[in-house]
């Protein structure tokens, strides 16, 4: 299958700093892309669906000015956590889509981010 | 709204088979997946059937649809050590045209040597 990267793997940051996860699609075009937060033994549950060139629909109870997300090419979306409490550390997983909702999603290995 | 649920925990013995149970409510379902994952990883889509079918196998994996009882299910066959992981099925409502998946909470398959 496709190969989608999120980088990084994890990453610790203090109270109060932003912090940048970057979600690549290594060797197709991803129209789509969809952010997860997934907290310990619960399941995955969306953020926010973004297309390239446009703004990402957030679901709701997502607070868009905290959670940045940007889908500014068809192989790069950044979500930044902006000024990261410790009740955002999660572990969160993206997603990219190369077509219709017919079309696999492929899943990044996820970001653990703890922030203390 | 959507709603999928499973069973949180699972546990057989190598060799066995392992059946694990997910139900959702959203009769407009036009896929419905299974995906893998392994502790501190991704997901990795196992299967996937269409709404239309009532089965569909992939060597070890048997998955079964019940879409009158919306019921749907994952049989794993001789079941591996490896094969322990948390499994999520998933849905997509056809209405969905972005194609977002809602998943179920997990099951933890815990298989014993």
């Known amino acids: 299958g496709a190969v989608v990267s999120q980088h990084p793997s994890w990453v610790i940051c203090k109270s109060g700093t932003s912090v940048k996860i970057e979600c690549r699609s290594l060797?197709?075009?991803?129209?789509?892309m969809f952010w997860y937060r997934q907290f310990p033994k619960q399941s995955l549950m969306l953020m926010a669906t973004?297309?390239?060139?446009?703004?990402?629909?957030?679901e709701q109870g997502v607070e868009k000015d905290k959670f940045l997300i940007n889908h500014a090419s068809l192989t790069l979306s950044t979500l930044t956590v902006t000024s990261a409490h410790p009740e955002d550390s999660s572990f969160y997983i993206c997603?990219?889509?190369?077509?219709?909702?017919?079309?696999?999603?492929?899943f990044g290995q996820g970001t653990r981010l703890t922030v203390v | 709204g959507e709603d999928v649920e499973q069973s949180l925990f699972l546990s057989v013995r190598e060799g066995d088979s392992s059946v694990i149970n997910c139900t959702y409510t959203?009769?407009?379902?036009?896929?419905l997946y299974w995906y893998k994952q392994e502790p501190g990883a991704g997901l990795q889509l196992l299967t996937y059937?269409?709404?239309?079918?009532d089965m569909k196998q992939d060597q070890r994996l048997t998955v079964l649809l019940n879409k009158k009882d919306k019921h749907l299910s994952l049989r794993i066959a001789d079941t591996q050590t490896g094969d322990s992981a948390i499994y999520f099925c998933?849905?997509?409502?056809?209405?969905?045209?972005?194609?977002?998946?809602?998943f179920g909470q997990g099951t933890e398959l815990s298989v014993k040597p």
């Open positions: 959203d009769s407009s379902s036009t896929y």
């Open positions: 997603s990219a889509r190369g077509g219709g909702s017919d079309t696999e999603a492929f």
């Open positions: 973004s297309n390239e060139g446009s703004k990402a629909t957030y």
């Open positions: 060797d197709f075009q991803a129209t789509t």
């Open positions: 998933a849905e997509t409502p056809l209405w969905n045209q972005g194609g977002k998946l809602i």
């Open positions: 059937i269409f709404s239309n079918m």
